[in-house]
């Protein structure tokens, strides 16, 4: 990457501030920032494995991926820069995570656009530190205070779950849908029939939902699940676990970790990285689906129905059919032909 986010404009203008800091980034990291501010020491912790992906490259060792962050990622480091979520709850996770292993007297900063909500900051570290604006540009908030009290951090009491029919899904903060399903992901489950057989790879997978009305209705299918997440990568492993039905499940940027071809790829594909609209992520998937389908294997996403996905299925797989829709979404299918652009 070479441009950077608003949030990243607003730090550079602080970039004096940083040069003798010893940093640990933080949260939701959209450019290589962490990797080319100039500073003592940078390191990174993520949630986000395409956002690791970026990070690894320049920083190798200093940038790690996983739900939770441990004392080793923290080092001797004395100033937290945070980029400010979308979502609230993943926010107090995080925060909470980070601050209960970073030293009493360090150094804060959380910086945001101010739609995110990024003002929740203050009254989320009140009674751990207090946060001052310190500026205020391209429509982002810098927060900066110091650590006064360190709060204590239990990851499992962030565990929540409900019930799908007969099914138990297990979630955590930051994961698609955590608190029911989605009307997307509904009207997709709409469309799988009984008795599916064959490989299946569920593609963002989320709390693992998709898989696992598949697998309580289809006993035979063999799962893969991936998702970009740390928490919906240990959110679907939990749900199947819970439910008794066996998949790998494992952290991928669409296909970049997948291997081998499959009968059926099923998803509800996301149209936001962050607060951003971005079709990115969908538009890989559709045009990466020809290399991981066998032949006669089918492709099954929902999506919002004005985004332009049938153009690209049509592109691609010279055909797409609508098997459900909505005013809202539209489930569609095509199949893997020979006349499929490989």
């Not at 799988?192 to 064959?198: A, N, Y």
Request: aromatic share 8%; charged share 20%.
């Amino acid at each position: 990457m070479s441009a950077f986010t608003p949030a990243s404009e607003v730090l550079l203008r602080h970039s004096d501030d940083f040069e003798q800091s010893r940093i640990l980034f933080a949260g939701d990291m959209q450019d290589d920032l962490p990797a080319r501010l100039t500073c003592a020491d940078s390191r990174a912790h993520t949630q986000q494995f395409h956002h690791w992906q970026v990070l690894s490259r320049q920083m190798e060792d200093r940038v790690r991926f996983s739900l939770v962050a441990d004392q080793t990622d923290i080092a001797d480091c004395d100033t937290l820069i945070y980029y400010w979520p979308k979502n609230k709850p993943e926010a107090q996770f995080q925060l909470m995570n980070l601050l209960s292993l970073l030293p009493v007297g360090c150094d804060i900063f959380v910086v945001g656009e101010n739609r995110s909500g990024v003002r929740s900051a203050e009254q989320m570290l009140e009674g751990y530190a207090t946060l001052t604006k310190i500026d205020s540009a391209r429509r982002c908030g810098l927060y900066h205070g110091r650590l006064e009290n360190k709060p204590s951090f239990d990851a499992e009491k962030h565990w929540g779950e409900y019930q799908l029919d007969n099914l138990t899904i297990k979630t955590l903060p930051g994961v698609f849908s955590r608190d029911g399903l989605d009307v997307g992901s509904q009207l997709l489950l709409s469309t799988l029939t009984p008795h599916t057989k064959g490989k299946v790879l569920d593609v963002g997978c989320g709390a693992g939902v998709l898989s696992a009305v598949l697998a309580s209705h289809s006993p035979k299918v063999r799962l893969t699940l991936c998702d970009v997440s740390a928490p919906a990568v240990e959110a679907s492993r939990a749900t199947l676990a819970a439910n008794g039905f066996e998949g790998e499940v494992f952290a991928s940027n669409v296909f970049s970790e997948v291997t081998g071809r499959f009968d059926m790829i099923i998803s509800n594909p996301p149209f936001h990285d962050g607060v951003e609209t971005s079709l990115e992520a969908a538009q890989n998937l559709i045009r990466g689906a020809v290399r991981h389908l066998g032949s006669g294997g089918e492709l099954r996403i929902v999506a919002n129905a004005f985004l332009p996905y049938p153009k690209l299925l049509d592109e691609i797989f010279g055909f797409h059919e609508v098997l459900a829709q909505t005013g809202r979404f539209k489930v569609y299918r095509t199949v893997m032909t020979r006349q499929a652009k490989k």
